[in-house]
Each structure stands twice: as structure tokens, then as C-alpha cells.
Antibody, heavy 118, light 109 residues
Framework: QVQLVESGGGVVQPGGSLRLSCAASAFNFRFYGMHWVRQAPGKGLEWLSFIQHDGSYIYYGDSVKGRFTISRDNSKNTLFLQMNRLRPEDTAIYYCARAGTDWTFDYWGQGTLVTVSS | QSALTQPPSVSGSPGQSVTISCTGT?????????VSWYQQSPGTAPKLVIYGVNNRPSGVPDRFSGSKSDNSASLTISGLQAEDEAYYYCSSYTSSAWVFGGGTKVTVL
């Protein structure tokens, strides 16, 4: 069964940095694009970033462009999200999701909570 | 990257049908047949229920169906069951980005 496990969340002060990880298992990670999606408390889903299977294409949403960096290590089946210059409005549960057929998010992790507060 | 428009809530009695609309623009829903739908129960991760406008992943009951017309997509749940009570989100690809709708709360009366 496809499994995605996020880690690295926590409490950080405004202006700080955090690096999230997403460990993938039970599928050929190197053949799939991957996404990061977040959900602020009580709010809807917001797409953040996508990375192609080989890292050749990378896209960002407007709200994180220039502050967040997506990357991956196919040798370790792991996806990353480096988050810099964090703001209180970045407080959310951060999910990694596999890019499935027809541009879908076909499998999701359980999420990791990031809280930006002084 | 504007969000897709969904109604905040819909409700129905067990056995009835409910339909959730998802309105986009020429930049997303109109141009790309890449609308998908996700179900999210409280405290859990979203789950894909419809992709490519009207395709169901393995394991999703056939009471879930999708359609698209002009700039709107729709998710219909037929034969509503108590376990269908959840939030539902639509999503579309849109030129090097993805966009979600604001979400719709489905309540089973």
C-alpha cells in the first residue's frame, strides 16, 4: 500500500525557517511527480508546489514563490520542502501528495503541522 | 491562480442525491479536462474520489459520479449514506499550477 509520511513540522517564529520531509514507500518514487499542499486551520486546501519525477520541472503557487523550495532525493525516496521567511499565515497542516494520472493528487500523507508564532 | 468556486454546503437525506458544483474559468476548468474531486473527513487527509472529470479510482463506490459542462464541473453522490458526510474539494490543473475549490460540506440529514 502506498505510504507517504511527513515530518519536520513544529513551532517557529515569524521570519524563521523549517524543512519538511516526506518519506515515500511501496511504490517507485523515482517515477512519480510529487506535490506539497497545505490546509490552514478550519480552511480549505491550497496547492503549494510540484516537482517532476526527475526534478526537471518545478512549479510554485504565488503565495510561496521565492520563499519555499521543493526538492527530492530519489535515492532515499524522500521529498522535501524548505520553508524560509515564514509568516503567521503559513500556519497550516502540510501534506505531501503523489501526482497521479490526469493531474490528480492520488495519494496523500497524514500531514505535519507547522505553527508560525512568536 | 484564483480558487475554483464551490457552494459552502449541501445537504440531503439518506438515499437521496446531492450535487456539488465547481465553477472555474477559461484558464482551468474550461481548457483542461483535468478536474478531480477529493473527500475529506474531519482530522483525516483528503482522498481522491473522482478524476479526469468522471473516473473513479479503485475502491470508490459507484454512487460517486462527475460531469462537466462549459466552465463548471459537478460531483453527484447518489444514494447518500451517512459515511458520505464530509468536506469535498474540486481541483483543476491550470498552466503550470493547480487550484482547489473552497470546499463544500456535505451533511447527511
Amino acid at each position: 500500500q502506498v505510504q507517504l509520511v511527513e515530518s519536520g513540522g513544529g513551532v517557529v517564529q515569524p521570519g524563521g525557517s523549517l524543512r519538511l520531509s516526506c518519506a515515500a514507500s511501496a511504490f517507485n518514487f523515482r517515477f512519480y511527480g510529487m506535490h506539497w499542499v497545505r490546509q490552514a486551520p478550519g480552511k480549505g486546501l491550497e496547492w503549494l508546489s510540484f516537482i517532476q519525477h526527475d526534478g526537471s520541472y518545478i512549479y510554485y503557487g504565488d503565495s510561496v514563490k521565492g520563499r519555499f523550495t521543493i526538492s527530492r532525493d530519489n535515492s532515499k525516496n524522500t521529498l522535501f520542502l524548505q520553508m524560509n521567511r515564514l509568516r503567521p499565515e503559513d500556519t497550516a497542516i502540510y501534506y505531501c501528495a503523489r501526482a497521479g494520472t490526469d493531474w490528480t493528487f492520488d495519494y496523500w500523507g497524514q500531514g505535519t503541522l507547522v505553527t508560525v508564532s512568536s | 491562480q484564483s480558487a475554483l468556486t464551490q457552494p459552502p454546503s449541501v445537504s440531503g437525506s439518506p438515499g437521496q442525491s446531492v450535487t456539488i458544483s465547481c465553477t472555474g474559468t477559461s484558464s482551468d476548468v474550461v481548457t483542461y479536462n483535468r478536474v478531480s474531486w477529493y473527500q475529506q473527513s474531519p482530522g483525516t487527509a483528503p482522498k481522491l474520489v473522482i478524476y479526469g472529470v468522471n473516473n473513479r479510482p479503485s475502491g470508490v463506490p459507484d454512487r460517486f459520479s462527475g460531469s462537466k459542462s462549459d466552465n463548471s464541473a459537478s460531483l453527484t453522490i447518489s444514494g447518500l449514506q451517512a459515511e458520505d458526510e464530509a468536506y469535498y474539494y474540486c481541483s483543476s490543473y491550470t498552466s503550470s499550477a493547480w487550484v482547489f475549490g473552497g470546499g463544500t460540506k456535505v451533511t447527511v440529514l
